[in-house]
């Protein structure tokens, strides 16, 4: 078994406990449990979760667990998790170690992730003595499957969750690697690559294949595929001014830059989220002013700033189901009574942002003693089927080692289908909450065939004959629930 330092980074680890609430006229966060140094979990748990078929929802912690490589888990709504794999259980870490990007479930059923280290590739490829990072399987149930063993050549540390393509690949970027080292004269300047779900990787793209690295370089951040089926993404440097860019990329590897960053507004840091106008919507962390920004760039590359949330964001914004933008910012709002680490410009804070720009504080964190609420949000906001958003902090909580919750702003429950699109016949997964007793699944007012899953929280039905793009509903006993995003029927 392997055995891994934890001295690399602050740890956090989960332990049950029980829930607090602040509540407001308009929203109520609350905390669903505490990270525990001393309880054998994972820790340093930066990542967004997922909602998983079942309800349930799913993530990875970047160190901890048994064997001190981190951890991949499951948690219900209520607050108990439960450790499905520990990493670095095979010698010398073959299996992966650090997995800092966190989880997809795709169309199989199966989870997706990489790990930042680890694998069976020669380290010295990559400057690493754990290997160069993986792309793994994992089952519901926890047992996990390495895909891939990247070797530095093929690029090296993928930072960023991986996406599930309409045909069904997985995309995804490496932080490093790959043949050019023009950024930083050492090891690969990072890629865009495709895996299959047998595990075959194509490399789509090697970054600062430019002269002076005008295409970019660094990616911390996930693609996301557009309705035009091309991929969208950003660098955290290079570009024309050397701060970074937001790129679009083909499924057969060209790539185009959009948008070269001066440094006025910041670096992108994290990926873009394309809302149902068609542009896309994202954030750069600290520009001249000390602010972070949220910006909106069309397809065709024209930003314009939104707002500045204040201070450090590393995450991107999601479009909820009201059509605003929410998201978090580990630094700021208006509690310092966090340590030095968050403050004194705040312990971090939620916000929300219309298309036209105006931004709402939503909650300030470490707003209770000890900032047993916590502190500090690095990753994200997801929205649940239930209406609410789930995340997570590094700091604060029972034992100041970080929390996850989960905040109401008086959304209702909705249903997301998966994929967003297919053709006629296609299979197509439903989330939702209490569908047991439904009687109607329709695509556009057509008429489709389905399933319900015992649990009540999975519908399956297939794209019927005559159906075009638009909201998929679904018709319980109490409501009928539409979709968060129209669903498009492809050729």
């Not at 760039?297 to 204040?310: A, I, S």
């Not at 310092?336 to 312990?347: H, I, K, L, R, T």
């Not at 929390?403 to 053709?423: D, M, W």
Request: a negative charge; one cysteine or more; hydrophobic letters at 30%.
């Amino acid at each position: 078994m392997g055995n891994l330092s934890l001295s690399k980074m602050a740890c956090i680890v989960f332990v049950f406990c029980a829930a607090t609430a602040i509540a407001s006229p308009a929203q109520t966060l609350t905390t669903l449990l505490s990270f525990d140094l001393s309880n054998g979990d994972g820790q340093d748990n930066a990542m967004i979760l997922i909602q998983g078929t079942d309800g349930n929802f799913y993530g990875t912690s970047s160190y901890g667990g048994t064997y001190g490589g981190g951890t991949a888990f499951k948690m219900t709504a209520g607050g108990t998790l439960t450790t499905l794999y520990n990493f670095c259980a095979e010698t010398s870490c073959t299996d992966g170690v650090y997995p800092s990007a966190g989880l997809v479930q795709a169309t199989d059923g199966n989870f997706y992730g990489t790990t930042f280290y680890g694998g069976t590739g020669d380290g010295a490829n990559c400057n690493s003595a754990e290997g160069c990072g993986t792309v793994f399987k994992m089952t519901p149930e926890g047992k996990l499957t390495t895909l891939h063993s990247f070797v530095g050549a093929d690029g090296w540390g993928p930072a960023a969750p991986l996406i599930q393509a309409t045909n069904g690949d997985f995309y995804g970027t490496t932080y490093s690697g790959g043949p050019n080292g023009l950024c930083t004269g050492t090891v690969g300047c990072g890629t865009v690559f495709k895996i299959t779900p047998a595990g075959k990787l194509t490399m789509l793209y090697n970054f600062c294949s430019q002269t002076n690295c005008t295409d970019g370089y660094t990616t911390f951040a996930p693609l996301v595929q557009a309705t035009n089926g091309n991929f969208y993404g950003t660098n955290g440097d290079g570009g024309t001014y050397g701060f970074g860019t937001v790129f679009k990329i083909t499924a057969g590897g060209t790539l185009t830059t959009l948008y070269s960053f001066d440094g006025t507004i910041g670096s992108p840091r994290a990926g873009l989220a394309q809302a149902t106008n068609g542009d896309f919507y994202g954030t750069t962390h600290v520009g001249v002013s000390g602010a972070s920004t949220v910006f909106q760039m069309t397809p065709t590359g024209t930003l314009t700033v939104l707002g500045n949330p204040c201070c450090w964001v590393y995450s991107g914004v999601v479009q909820a189901t009201d059509g605003n933008l929410y998201g978090t910012a580990s630094v700021g709002g208006s509690n310092v009574n966090c340590s030095d680490v968050y403050g004194p410009a705040g312990c971090g804070l939620l916000y929300k942002i219309t298309h036209g720009g105006t931004l709402t504080t939503l909650y300030n964190f470490c707003a209770l003693t000890n900032c047993a609420d916590g502190a500090s949000p690095l990753a994200g906001l997801m929205q649940a089927t239930n209406g609410n958003f789930y995340g997570t902090t590094q700091g604060g909580g029972a034992d100041d080692y970080g929390t996850i919750y989960n905040l109401a702003v008086g959304l209702g429950l909705f249903v997301e289908t998966r994929p967003t699109s297919g053709k006629v016949g296609a299979t197509v997964i439903i989330l939702g909450n209490n569908l047991k007793g439904t009687t109607s699944v329709t695509f556009n007012g057509t008429a489709a065939t389905f399933t319900v899953a015992p649990s009540g929280s999975e519908i399956t039905t297939t794209v019927p004959t005559g159906a075009t793009t638009g909201t998929v509903e679904v018709t319980t006993p109490k409501q009928t629930l539409k979709s968060n995003v129209a669903f498009r029927v492809t050729p």
